[in-house]
């Protein structure tokens, strides 16, 4: 009787997309950071308007002006309202119309971009005349009348965003498909038996993401200075409702008198905000990025 070795091998962990998204944050610091921040804003926007001392809507004359206490973190305002309490519900909002219009903007180019890149001819010739058109107006300018046009609405602030934002996604995402549409994989592909749009859609395109993630982290802070520029100069979101743009206008007109409170902390919610979205983009590209599963 011979006796049979087996040489057996040790299993390969099989590392899943939350083992991929830990390591990233494990290698870059300044990815935690941001993703920390997220949380915070996460967190303020969906608990934030539950559990805020005071109701962001209810005035009361007199307590109005009053500076930062034990009572009112970030005082009140020219009504009487509690400044902290309305910088948190604002979160929700602002979030609300910067994620919206991202969303809607990034979906759209980036169909708009993969059809351009992919087939090219004249589809690709008529969307990049479509796409410098909108380009050749300031953007925030373009934003204003299209806001001015159709109405200074929640809606509206989303729609005109999601404009001015749709060009770069299709440009971006255009060129990268346009690069790797006679690539060796996807050759490869084709080879296979997969339709163009099977291709385009599961081989092609999730190779673009990286560098669009770093656009969709830098386009949420835009979009949330974008909204919050328009309700600053009256087009944007309407009054009693509590949003930082609406917050800061009304704040500068007190700070000449000194109740600096007013703008200050709106504006370094604001702040706060962008620099977040700022900081993720990297990490961003590094959980979507394929070869950085390898």
């Known amino acids: 009787m011979t006796d049979v070795v087996s040489n057996s091998v040790p299993p390969t ?17 300044v990815t935690l950071l941001a993703f920390m921040m997220l949380a915070v804003l996460l967190v303020a926007a969906l608990v934030g308007p539950a559990i805020t001392p005071y109701d962001p809507l209810t005035s009361n004359a007199a307590i109005a002006l009053q500076p930062p206490s034990l009572d009112h973190w970030f005082g009140t305002d020219n009504l009487g309202r509690d400044v902290f309490s309305r910088v948190i519900v604002a ?12 969303a809607l903007s990034f979906v759209i180019g980036s169909l708009l971009g993969s059809i351009a890149g992919y087939w090219g001819g004249w589809l690709d010739s008529v969307l990049n005349r479509l796409f410098d058109t909108i380009m050749a107006f300031p953007l925030f300018v373009l934003a204003m009348g299209i806001v001015a046009a159709l109405g200074n609405t929640v809606e509206n602030i989303v729609y005109a965003t999601a404009v001015i934002n749709i060009p770069f996604y299709a440009r971006l995402v255009r060129a990268e498909v346009n690069i790797r549409r ?26 673009a993401l990286p560098p669009m993630m770093v656009q969709v982290s830098l386009n949420l802070g835009w979009a949330i200075l974008n909204a919050a520029g328009l309700s600053f100069i009256g087009l944007g979101v309407r ?40 900081l993720l983009g990297d990490g961003l590209r590094d959980i979507v990025d394929p070869r950085q599963r390898t």
Not at 91 to 100: C, F, K, Y
Not at 182 to 207: C, M, W, Y
């Open 13 to 29: 962990r099989n590392h899943g997309a939350l083992d991929h998204f830990l390591y990233v944050l494990r290698s870059n610091p």
């Open 91 to 102: 979160t929700r909002l602002d979030l609300a119309i910067s994620v919206a219009a991202v």
């Open 182 to 207: 006679e690539a060796g994989f996807t050759q490869a592909a084709k080879l296979s038996g997969n339709s163009d749009i099977r291709v385009l859609a599961l081989h092609i395109f999730p190779n």
């Open 239 to 278: 009054p009693p409702t509590a949003e930082w743009g609406i917050m800061v206008a009304e704040g500068a007109n007190f700070i000449v008198s000194g109740e600096w409170w007013l703008a200050l902390f709106p504006g370094l919610a604001l702040m706060f905000a962008v620099f977040t979205f700022n």
